[in-house]
């Protein structure tokens, strides 16, 4: 089982336990389809599926994990010059805020989060 962070419509998160996405997308509907109550409509709602990287470890203390609250995705690429560009999308204050930024190496994702969270 892997852990994943969940979204629905951009506001309500959580952890689901699942062998992959499409299984986290399936305990998730069902689990609010039982106890969302009336106003949850499946056939409305939009769920997103974060898979929870081990890299949110800290090193020194394995057991603690940080969620990425607002952290929803990210890709990289070196480009022409040799620099390592970071696109990093959050969703901060009800908005989705796309940051990018660029280091000269390549470096943990983590570390071009942390320095994207900086500039929202």
């Known amino acids: ?59 020194d203390h394995p057991d603690v994990t940080e969620l990425p609250e607002i952290f929803q995705g990210y890709d990289y690429f070196e480009d022409g010059d040799g620099k390592w560009v970071y696109n990093i999308s959050f969703h901060h204050e009800g908005n989705f805020a796309d940051v990018q930024v660029i280091f000269p190496r390549k470096v943990p994702v983590a570390a071009a989060i942390n320095k994207a969270r900086k500039k929202i």
Do not use: T, W
């Open 1 to 59: 089982m892997k852990m994943f962070v969940y979204v629905i419509d951009s506001d309500v998160r959580g952890i689901v336990l699942a062998a992959d996405q499409e299984e986290a997308v399936k305990k998730v509907m069902n689990a609010y389809i039982d106890h969302g109550g009336p106003e949850f409509d499946p056939e409305c709602v939009n769920i997103k599926i974060i898979p929870f990287e081990e890299n949110s470890k800290f090193e």
